[in-house]
């Protein structure tokens, strides 16, 4: 029998990872004085509003904005920027489809454009050359949780004069210079959607230092009503993106562990990238030296097929989910979307911009194409247990690449050739 969980044999893996969302009496009661409340939505409500207050405090920025979700988050940005029909926003090409979506909501062009090879976050000198008149933003992902290059973005974005959004969505709690990232630009983003490092199954958050743009986003998260006019005063376009009573009282027990459970993240992320790096065909996402704490959406690793007898990289994942550790799908690049190939993007964008030849489609995006279909993504629920739980996981890649040559076998054996026409 073979040693491979896949092909029959026994687990690398021999203790569950905890499990997520994690939960206690503190939730239990956060939702209970909510019920009797009686006071569920958020208007009259106080425990979004203390959601806020802590959480942008937690960030270290004035305001906080909470919203029904991540996608919500960037979409009121955008609105608040004033982000409009005819404008570009720069948008990296390895991304979750909101960073994009939020800008052809806002009837704006996403200009796609590749990233960095070792940290797979915008390539700041490709994002500065992507810069014309109508440019208005620059989105910035901070990908698993390692910031982008604030550093080269805020200075790109000063000098051009245009707005830094960063898409915080897997980065709370992430560290850039020993600061809290989300204010190193006009805006920070972040989702609670139940994958996230902190969730209430969903729910989103936009945070800023800036008065204005707070103003802005507020009043465009709850029907364009601005504070201390009549309820029925409506000034500016906006629509209802508030949070619920229950999901703000669920977040702010979250957030009392966030704190915690990312320095466990980052530790336990440390010890992979160090007995992983040991491995051939192995490479860890680098941590760039001025982000002193990634907050480790996901663990994610680039493998080279050629050091596992050139194996595809879904039957790797296929063969380390067999032995018990888990993965967690890589984004695929954004050009390659439906919308993008067949148009339909097209129908967001004013007449004459959707006429126009967008030449970002035909470019090519190698770090993207690299990112997207040879990386490894462990989720962040298994980097909350112990030290044992990352040499298991280090043990089940070793065992996958000695078994390798088998797996080239099964996979050249179950492989099916289409037939010729």
């Given at each position: 029998?073979?040693?491979?969980a ?7 893996k021999?203790?569950?990872f905890?499990?997520?969302p994690?939960?206690d ?46 996608t919500a988050a ?7 920027l004033g982000i409009?029909a005819?404008?570009e926003?720069?948008v ?33 000198q490709l ?7 109508r ?27 245009l ?8 980065a ?16 920070g ?9 902190m ?8 945070i ?11 009043s ?5 009503r ?5 309820f ?6 906006g ?12 977040l ?11 320095k466990?993240r980052?530790?336990n ?7 992983l790096?040991?491995?051939?065909g ?44 888990p ?5 695929p ?14 129908n ?14 035909k ?7 690299r ?8 989720p ?11 040499h ?10 000695k ?19």
């Amino acid at each position: 029998m073979s040693d491979l969980a896949l092909l029959g044999g026994g687990k690398a893996k021999s203790k569950p990872f905890p499990v997520w969302p994690q939960f206690d009496e503190t939730e239990r009661r956060a939702l209970n004085e909510v019920l009797e409340s009686r006071v569920w939505w958020r208007t009259p409500g106080t425990k979004t509003l203390e959601f806020e207050t802590k959480f942008a405090n937690f960030h270290q920025a004035r305001h906080g904005v909470a919203v029904t979700n991540g996608t919500a988050a960037l979409e009121v940005t955008m609105a608040a920027l004033g982000i409009g029909a005819g404008d570009e926003v720069i948008v990296p090409n390895f991304t979750f489809v909101a960073t994009a979506s939020a800008v052809l909501f806002a009837n704006a062009l996403p200009v796609l454009v590749d990233v960095d090879p070792e940290t797979y976050c915008i390539d700041p000198q490709l994002a500065e050359s992507a810069i014309n008149p109508r440019t208005k933003a620059i989105i910035a992902v901070h990908m698993g949780g390692h910031p982008s290059d604030l550093d080269k973005l805020k200075e790109i974005t000063a000098r051009h004069k245009l707005a830094l959004v960063e898409d915080s969505s897997h980065a709370h709690a992430s560290e850039w210079r020993g600061k809290r990232i989300g204010t190193f630009g006009v805006a920070g983003t972040f989702s609670f959607q139940s994958s996230k490092l902190m969730t209430a199954g969903e729910g989103g958050m936009i945070i800023c230092n800036d008065d204005s743009f707070e103003r802005q986003a507020r009043s465009v998260h709850d029907c364009g009503r601005m504070p201390n006019e009549w309820f029925y005063s409506h000034f500016i376009y906006g629509s209802n993106y508030r949070l619920s009573e229950w999901q703000g009282a669920v977040l702010t027990a979250q957030l009392a562990r966030l704190d915690e459970q990312t320095k466990r993240r980052h530790h336990n992320a440390r010890i992979l990238d160090r007995e992983l790096s040991k491995i051939p065909g192995i490479t860890p996402q680098k941590l760039d030296p001025r982000c002193t704490r990634n907050g480790q959406y996901a663990y994610i690793f680039h493998l080279d097929k050629k050091q596992f007898a050139g194996i595809s990289t879904e039957l790797f994942i296929e063969a380390i989910n067999a032995e018990g550790i888990p993965n967690q799908a890589s984004y695929p690049p954004l050009h390659e979307l439906h919308m993008f190939q067949n148009g339909k993007y097209r129908n967001c964008l004013s007449a004459a911009q959707a006429k126009e030849e967008h030449a970002f489609l035909k470019q090519s995006f190698p770090n993207t194409q690299r990112a997207a279909w040879e990386t490894v993504w462990i989720p962040q629920p298994a980097l909350l247990g112990d030290e044992n739980d990352m040499h298991e996981i280090v043990a089940a890649v070793r065992k996958v690449q000695k078994n390798a040559g088998e797996l080239a076998v099964h996979e050249a054996e179950t492989t099916t050739v289409p037939a010729a026409r």
